[in-house]
């Protein structure tokens, strides 16, 4: 295969650096329809880059159709461009004008969906897979008790349409609780029962965003913010604000985005990374939002799992005008239930209301109501008290397993006071991405951080999920 030529390592996105030269060899005739492209190995060896860095460019290339892969036959320039590849003359002829590159048939937004698709498959239940729960910890002998009780209400259990912002029961227990456990100061009224964190978060970009909006988000950052943003129209507008061990770095937000329309954080517990938002950011960052009338959405995701003193109280009890809180219970109870809330602004209310029904109308109702007798009975607080201990265990023994077989010159852990994960830092000679497909192949199922960062920032950091940890292995 012909050269490739140099990379620009500055420009950051080595893998559609990658992709878009093969596109070119491809439109220019380097390369034709049916040629083999050499491995991912070959290709990173030749270019000085992770191999994780071409798999990326070869899947992309895969779901545009340039590329074909068949089982024991490699992967090859696909077929179908044979028709648009330009012929050889002896002579150019100026008149001639080259044909546009192939289509899929799909807008380019599709193709985004396919790859955020790969991105978010479900893991197998293996050693760090996340989201999935620790032996029996899952509530599952009650919650069938009072999904059955339901269920024998016959004629007189929930039915039809329901509310869009929720089962009222389950907002007044939501409502109780978060005032209870997380300092949150809100009524019934201002929650919306959502089915996970992943739709609050798509609500609150589609309401509080507009054309031409910027918005700040943490770097690193959760995937599901950056991948929303990015494809409902705000790629440029992204800004990425770098996190210290204070949390987010609110002064760099400020002098790269002062009119920033919107915050998206984890202040509790910093997804990826795990530091707590120290209270002084907590200070400037709204001071920063009542300033330029900004908004702050607020992920508390884990908030209840913190096993070494007291947690900061939510943001939102600080700034109740300003601040977008959102929960779950996908994970203290179990990934399938997909039930979460938002905590909005009362004059925001009508706007969420009506976003969430052009999405999907309401939330399932039997589950709600089985989650709010779940509450209202003590079950909850009882069921993360349990989580909690356990969890606790397992984290401790994961420590001390990491500590004692890995040097500390080629991995070190970041162990945190909170949450279902852990971070391990990697000596700069290893690669993360590559670190994971080697774990794969032997059945563990670790996360790079690096993909968390906005490109350009060189991180080899591994996630570990304490929820597919199993203390005996």
């Not at 009542?290 to 908004?295: C, G, I, L, M, T």
Request: net charge neutral.
């Amino acid at each position: 295969m012909p050269s490739l030529g140099a990379l620009d390592r500055t420009a950051g996105n080595l893998s559609r650096q990658i992709a878009e030269a093969l596109r070119e060899a491809v439109r220019k005739g380097d390369i034709r329809a049916g040629d083999l492209v050499p491995s991912s190995r070959s290709l990173a060896a030749s270019l000085h880059v992770a191999r994780g860095t071409v798999i990326e460019a070869y899947e992309q290339l895969l779901a545009e159709g340039f590329l074909e892969s068949k089982a024991g036959a490699g992967t090859h320039v696909a077929q179908a461009l044979a028709e648009s590849q330009p012929v050889s003359a002896p002579e150019p002829i100026p008149e001639l004008t080259l044909e546009p590159a192939p289509k899929s048939g799909l807008p380019g937004r599709a193709l985004a969906f396919a790859q955020i698709a790969r991105e978010f498959r479900p893991l197998a239940p293996i050693p760090f897979a996340i989201s999935v729960p620790i032996g029996l910890t899952a509530p599952g002998d009650i919650w069938r008790r009072l999904g059955n009780r339901l269920r024998a209400r016959g004629p007189g259990a929930p039915t039809g349409y329901a509310d869009p912002l929720g089962a009222l029961p389950l907002r007044e227990a939501i409502a109780a609780y978060v005032r209870r456990s997380r300092s949150v100061r809100c009524e019934a009224d201002q929650v919306i029962v959502t089915s996970g964190t992943q739709q609050g978060l798509f609500l609150a970009s589609q309401v509080l965003l507009g054309p031409g909006d910027q918005v700040w988000v943490e770097n690193p950052a959760y995937r599901g913010v950056t991948a929303i943003l990015e494809n409902i129209g705000y790629r440029e507008g992204v800004i990425r604000v770098p996190v210290d061990a204070d949390g987010l770095d609110v002064e760099a937000g400020i002098d790269r985005a002062p009119h920033a329309r919107a915050a998206f954080v984890t202040p509790s517990h910093q997804y990826p990374l795990g530091m707590p938002l120290s209270m002084a950011r907590r200070t400037a960052l709204l001071a920063w939002a009542r300033s330029w009338d900004a908004w702050v959405v607020e992920d508390d995701y884990d908030s209840e799992l913190r096993y070494e003193g007291y947690p900061f109280p939510a943001l939102q009890g600080l700034a109740p005008d300003r601040v977008i809180y959102l929960g779950t219970f996908s994970k203290i109870l179990f990934p399938s239930l997909r039930l979460g809330y938002l905590i909005v602004p009362r004059n925001l209310v009508d706007a969420f209301c009506g976003a969430r029904v052009l999405m999907d109308r309401h939330p399932p109702t039997a589950d709600q109501h089985v989650l709010a007798a779940f509450m209202a009975e003590g079950h909850l607080e009882r069921h993360i008290r349990k989580v909690r201990n356990v969890y606790s265990e397992h984290r401790r023994q994961l420590i001390d397993t990491i500590e004692a077989l890995l040097p500390a010159d080629l991995a070190w852990i970041e162990p945190g006071d909170q949450g279902m994960h852990l971070v391990l830092w990697l000596a700069d000679a290893l690669d993360d991405r590559e670190v994971v497909e080697r774990a794969a192949r032997e059945g563990v199922a670790v996360r790079a951080v690096s993909p968390m960062f906005a490109p350009g920032r060189d991180a080899r950091v591994l996630f570990l999920a304490l929820e597919g940890s199993a203390a005996s292995r």
